[in-house]
């Protein structure tokens, strides 16, 4: 066989190889869902990714016969290590072939960047965030993926048991059938929460309604996410990043914002009709015609994607969450939408996933992240 080589990217050609790398190697699976190559560039590049004022990272590919064969992403979270008192490395954005040698050197690379920066363990895959993809596919890998997520083959998971890697967490994804109809119960049980806890749901109409409240949903997203597995609460600057990249996706009526008398933001439900055809179709690119696929897909459409919800802590477990589902179901129900798919939630996070056996509901997808020792 002939000889595989692991190099650093170091230029601009390099990182768009990179990012081009899983383009070819999913390119007849129909069940993977491409990024925006443009959102992966921006969020690789240290002069892009507000996230380099606390991480530090390197990237590397993997060829053997000057074809690329894989890609891994290094990253040390410096936030991290102060809020958890860890020394880990992460590893993201790691795809390769069938091929143990090249997963190996990849990990090796990883690994051997990490103990040079005193790290004693790695993990992954992460990203710089929890807003970034995170976590192995070890199940549904015949399910069609979403956007904000990683994809991989099933012997993905061979080669990292095989590499050493044991589960750190787990993260499970629900596919829900919107109900039909809403009970008088739950009606009666929504009027009691909201009057109980004076608090009122925002009427959105336009998405310049919501940019306002874009920090808000934000901050409050840094105190419910506080305590789940490797979390470290975003910048200022990555606020106004991720209301630049995300919200433009948003249309109000999907959209769940719950307030005090005070006009803190106490729950939020952001959710997105499905793009994962759309992405599909666009291959990556917006131009020149993928955003005509993304506009069909945000304007008609029976499938949504729950991208973000969250409860602040003062909340938790007093219905605010039931709530937010309950404003959302008859949204949903009002635009004709009869799927649901949750975004990854820890399989740990009893609070959020309870939920879900009130509803007709099926986990079809779980994501891992794996840890070793360096």
Same mark, same amino acid.
């Given at each position: 066989m002939s000889q595989l080589e692991v190099i650093k990217v170091s230029s601009r050609k390099q990182l768009k190889q990179f990012v081009k790398f899983p383009f070819h190697l999913y390119e007849h699976n129909k069940y993977w869902c491409p990024p925006l190559k443009s959102d992966e560039i921006n969020t690789l590049r240290k002069d892009k990714n507000p996230a380099f004022a606390y991480c530090e990272a390197e990237y590397w590919l993997a060829y053997r016969d000057n074809i690329p %064969?894989?890609?891994?992403?290094?990253?040390?979270?410096?936030?991290?290590h102060e809020r958890w008192n860890s020394m880990l490395v992460r590893f993201g954005w790691i795809d390769f072939v069938d091929d143990p040698e090249v997963s190996r050197r990849l990990i090796d690379t990883v690994a051997a960047w990490g103990r040079s920066k005193g790290m004693t363990g790695i993990h992954g895959p992460?990203?710089?965030?929890?807003?970034?993809?995170?976590?192995?596919?070890?199940?549904?890998?015949?399910?069609?993926?979403?956007? #904000? %997520?990683?994809?991989?083959?099933?012997?993905? %998971?061979?080669?990292?048991?095989?590499? #050493?890697?044991?589960?750190?967490?787990?993260?499970i994804q629900f596919e829900v059938k919107v109900p039909a109809e809403i009970p008088e119960k739950v009606e009666r049980m929504t009027r009691i929460v909201m009057q109980k806890y004076d608090l009122r749901l925002l009427k959105l109409n336009t998405p310049k309604e919501v940019l306002p409240y874009a920090p808000k949903v934000f901050a409050m997203y840094n105190e419910a996410f506080h305590d789940l597995y490797g979390f470290t609460a975003l910048t200022t600057e990555e606020i106004t990043a991720y209301t630049k990249q995300y919200f433009g996706f948003i249309r109000p009526e999907f959209v769940s914002i719950i307030v005090d008398n005070q006009d803190h933001v106490v729950g939020f439900g952001i959710t997105i009709p499905s793009l994962s055809a759309a992405l599909q179709k666009a291959n990556g690119s917006l131009f020149p015609f993928g955003f005509i696929h993304l506009l069909r897909a945000l304007r008609k459409n029976d499938v949504i994607d729950m991208y973000l919800i969250g409860v602040h802590p003062d909340y938790q477990g007093k219905g605010v969450l039931a709530l937010i589902y309950h404003e959302l179901n008859k949204k949903y129900l009002h635009a004709g939408i009869k799927t649901a798919r949750t975004h990854p939630q820890l399989e740990e996070n009893f609070k959020a996933i309870s939920i879900w056996k009130n509803y007709d509901s099926r986990i079809n997808i779980r994501r891992r992240c794996w840890i070793r020792d360096i």
């Open positions: %064969v894989g890609r891994i992403a290094g990253i040390i979270n410096r936030k991290e992460l990203g710089f965030t929890d807003m970034d993809p995170e976590g192995m596919l070890v199940e549904g890998f015949d399910e069609i993926s979403c956007l #904000g %997520v990683f994809y991989n083959f099933p012997y993905y %998971v061979d080669h990292m048991q095989k590499l #050493g890697f044991t589960k750190a967490v787990d993260w």
